[in-house]
């Protein structure tokens, strides 16, 4: 009887600005979000409902979110350069239940239900700038950043094959040290995380037409962790301290072949941070993971063409991932993390139109999206779908695995742990996940003008073409692409400007597209689908002053 993916929103934002003289400004700005949600709707590939959008699950969804922000922006207007100061506080609270076998006790054999996942963080941000006042030969910007992070998450997972052990809503508070029969996963982990930036960044304009810029920036990471992992079979603690440094840089030059048309290219490094899994007892998942890196190169044109009516832009680019981020399985059941894969390349064309009117009433506009890549470097891991022919669906009866890692013997049996491995696959060669090789719109709007004011009716067509869900690129992996329509209509009233009037319609012939697809790599491996929204239509009262 659940509404999956109903929605409770609210949001509060606010700002003040200080001002005493023409060279000093203060902004004060807060934000506060709120969301109580019955979870996400993801459908079972097994689900016995034909119907996408109706769920045969039996546990509860629930998604509670809150989140507050505050902004401290200071500006200092000197006689040779512009000071800034960014200050912020944010601290989030996020709590949710999840039927994470996405099914029932009858249609699976078992079940593997999350009956709690908290997390709480509060993060303190600072970043100091000097900037070059503008109109002069050299702009330059330098600048630092600082990070302190605190968070804590709590776990408890609960799963089996035993009907007269139930999935409970609740759990004792030594539920991570119980050792209780149907605990598949329990954990309580403190994080400390501290970043540290300085950067420059200079544009040096060669000529009217012609500039270089160049920038680069030193960012240093550490992390802490503290974290108590159990389950009915063990128990264990994981204290562990890291950290890295990286350099990221960006070169890019750009000339005017005319007032209208621009040309570029651009090289530059950008990173994701690495960290620590917080997970205990594994056999293959690294206690540490590396930071992401991604070389992008990009050369491309922005034009104006036909007395400024059609603008043009095409872009071609080409990015090498080092040690791409992922979720790993591991042959220890429920146990995952994240790992890496050494090199990952991607490179493509997007190109993007936008026609209007001389007389402002037409408007015609156009995206479209072509990229390919793969696995550059032999790289080998374990597949979830293999794991699961070995192990047995860990939810169901713990003993329906094969050879060494039948009956328990997934569970600290070193032999099943060595059959696992032995089934490990090289994924050099294939394609990169979430990557669509064509995607694009395309939408055109119309202005009719009345004695009642103007009306601009809109439509709109979206593809996203078929993609990986994993870097296995098994047919379980194959997610289709979908085409969808959307409309719209505005109203502007002639006798009062700061009124709007709009009509929203998405997704009109109600599309059952494929959002994403996630194969559980922790133990259940069950697979399942989100669904993009269903048709909706919306309006909104707009009034400015």
């Given at each position: 009887?659940?509404?999956?993916?109903?929605?409770?929103?609210?949001?509060?934002k606010?700002?003040?600005?200080?001002q005493?003289?023409?060279?000093?400004?203060?902004t004060?700005?807060?934000?506060?979000y709120?969301?109580?949600?019955?979870?996400?709707?993801?459908k079972?590939i097994?689900?016995?409902?034909t119907?996408?959008?109706h769920?045969?699950?039996?546990?509860?969804?629930?998604f509670?979110?809150?989140?507050?922000?505050?902004?401290?922006?200071?500006?200092?207007?000197?006689?040779?350069?512009?000071?800034?100061?960014?200050?912020?506080y944010?601290?989030?609270?996020?709590?949710?239940?999840?039927?994470?076998?996405?099914?029932?006790?009858?249609?699976?054999?078992g079940?593997?239900?999350?009956?709690?996942?908290?997390t709480?963080?509060?993060?303190?941000?600072?970043?100091?700038?000097?900037?070059?006042?503008?109109?002069?030969?050299?702009?330059?910007?330098?600048?630092?950043?600082?990070?302190?992070?605190t968070?804590?998450?709590?776990?408890?997972?609960?799963?089996?094959?035993?009907?007269?052990?139930?999935?409970?809503?609740?759990?004792?508070?030594?539920?991570?040290?119980?050792?209780?029969?149907?605990?598949?996963?329990?954990?309580?982990?403190d994080?400390?995380?501290?970043?540290?930036?300085?950067?420059?960044?200079?544009t040096?304009?060669?000529?009217?037409?012609?500039?270089?810029?160049?920038?680069?920036?030193?960012?240093?990471?550490?992390?802490?962790?503290?974290?108590?992992?159990?389950?009915?079979?063990?128990?264990?603690?994981?204290?562990?301290t890291?950290?890295?440094?990286?350099?990221?840089?960006r070169?890019?030059?750009?000339y005017?072949?005319?007032?209208?048309?621009?040309i570029?290219?651009?090289v530059?490094?950008?990173?994701?941070?690495?960290?620590?899994?917080?997970t205990?007892?594994?056999?293959?998942?690294?206690?540490?993971f590396?930071?992401?890196?991604?070389?992008?190169?990009?050369?491309?044109s922005k034009n104006?063409?036909?007395?400024?009516t059609?603008?043009?832009?095409?872009?071609?680019?080409y990015?090498k991932?080092?040690?791409?981020?992922?979720?790993?399985?591991?042959?220890?059941?429920?146990?995952?993390?994240?790992?890496?894969?050494?090199?990952?390349?991607?490179y493509?064309?997007?190109?993007?139109?936008?026609?209007?009117?001389?007389?402002?009433?037409?408007?015609?506009?156009?995206?479209?999206?072509?990229q390919?890549?793969?696995?550059?470097?032999a790289?080998?891991?374990?597949?979830?779908?293999?794991?699961?022919?070995?192990?047995?669906?860990?939810?169901?009866?713990?003993?329906?695995?094969?050879?060494?890692?039948?009956?328990?013997g997934?569970?600290?049996?070193?032999?099943?742990?060595?059959?696992?491995?032995?089934?490990?696959?090289?994924v050099?060669?294939?394609?990169?996940?979430?990557?669509?090789?064509?995607?694009?719109?395309?939408?055109?709007s119309?202005?009719?003008?009345?004695?009642?004011?103007?009306?601009t009716?809109r439509?709109e067509i979206?593809?996203?073409?078929?993609?990986?869900?994993?870097?296995?690129?098994e047919?379980?992996?194959?997610?289709k692409?979908?085409?969808?329509?959307?409309?719209?209509?505005?109203f502007?009233?002639?006798?009062?400007?700061?009124?709007s009037?709009?009509?929203?319609g998405?997704?009109?012939?109600?599309?059952?597209?494929?959002?994403?697809?996630?194969?559980?790599?922790?133990?259940?491996?069950?697979?399942?689908?989100?669904?993009?929204?269903?048709?909706?239509?919306?309006?909104?009262?707009a009034?400015?002053?």
């Amino acid at each position: 009887g659940q509404k999956l993916d109903d929605l409770h929103d609210a949001s509060l934002k606010g700002a003040v600005l200080f001002q005493p003289t023409d060279t000093f400004k203060a902004t004060l700005s807060g934000t506060y979000y709120t969301a109580d949600q019955n979870g996400d709707a993801q459908k079972n590939i097994i689900d016995p409902a034909t119907d996408p959008r109706h769920l045969n699950q039996d546990y509860w969804g629930e998604f509670q979110l809150e989140n507050k922000l505050i902004n401290l922006n200071l500006d200092w207007e000197l006689p040779y350069f512009n000071v800034k100061s960014v200050s912020g506080y944010q601290t989030v609270s996020h709590s949710q239940m999840t039927d994470s076998d996405r099914s029932t006790f009858a249609t699976v054999g078992g079940y593997d239900h999350i009956a709690a996942w908290k997390t709480n963080t509060d993060t303190y941000t600072q970043e100091f700038d000097i900037i070059s006042k503008p109109g002069g030969k050299l702009d330059w910007v330098l600048g630092a950043f600082g990070l302190y992070s605190t968070s804590n998450q709590f776990v408890v997972e609960y799963g089996g094959g035993f009907a007269q052990i139930p999935p409970p809503r609740t759990y004792p508070d030594n539920i991570i040290s119980s050792f209780a029969p149907n605990l598949n996963y329990g954990n309580n982990s403190d994080g400390i995380r501290r970043s540290y930036a300085l950067f420059g960044q200079a544009t040096y304009h060669v000529t009217d037409d012609f500039r270089i810029t160049a920038g680069a920036r030193w960012n240093k990471d550490s992390y802490k962790l503290d974290s108590l992992t159990g389950s009915a079979f063990a128990l264990g603690r994981t204290v562990a301290t890291s950290g890295d440094e990286n350099p990221t840089w960006r070169l890019v030059a750009e000339y005017d072949l005319t007032a209208d048309n621009n040309i570029y290219a651009s090289v530059s490094r950008g990173y994701k941070p690495g960290g620590l899994n917080g997970t205990n007892g594994q056999v293959l998942i690294p206690l540490e993971f590396k930071a992401e890196t991604n070389d992008a190169i990009e050369i491309g044109s922005k034009n104006w063409l036909f007395d400024r009516t059609l603008r043009l832009n095409v872009a071609a680019f080409y990015y090498k991932h080092k040690n791409f981020q992922f979720i790993e399985t591991d042959p220890v059941p429920f146990v995952s993390g994240i790992d890496n894969v050494p090199e990952i390349e991607n490179y493509g064309l997007e190109i993007e139109a936008n026609y209007t009117s001389p007389d402002k009433k037409l408007n015609i506009g156009g995206t479209l999206s072509l990229q390919t890549g793969e696995v550059s470097k032999a790289f080998t891991t374990l597949d979830s779908t293999i794991v699961q022919q070995l192990e047995g669906t860990a939810i169901a009866s713990f003993g329906n695995g094969v050879g060494p890692c039948a009956f328990f013997g997934s569970y600290g049996n070193p032999a099943c742990f060595a059959a696992v491995l032995a089934s490990a696959k090289d994924v050099k060669g294939n394609s990169p996940p979430a990557a669509p090789e064509v995607s694009g719109s395309i939408n055109a709007s119309y202005r009719i003008d009345s004695s009642l004011g103007s009306f601009t009716p809109r439509v709109e067509i979206v593809h996203r073409g078929e993609q990986w869900a994993r870097i296995f690129n098994e047919s379980v992996d194959h997610v289709k692409s979908y085409t969808i329509v959307n409309a719209g209509l505005v109203f502007l009233p002639s006798n009062n400007d700061n009124f709007s009037f709009t009509l929203t319609g998405t997704n009109l012939f109600d599309k059952d597209g494929v959002n994403s697809r996630f194969i559980d790599p922790y133990g259940t491996f069950q697979i399942s689908d989100q669904y993009i929204p269903p048709r909706q239509v919306m309006a909104t009262v707009a009034f400015k002053y």
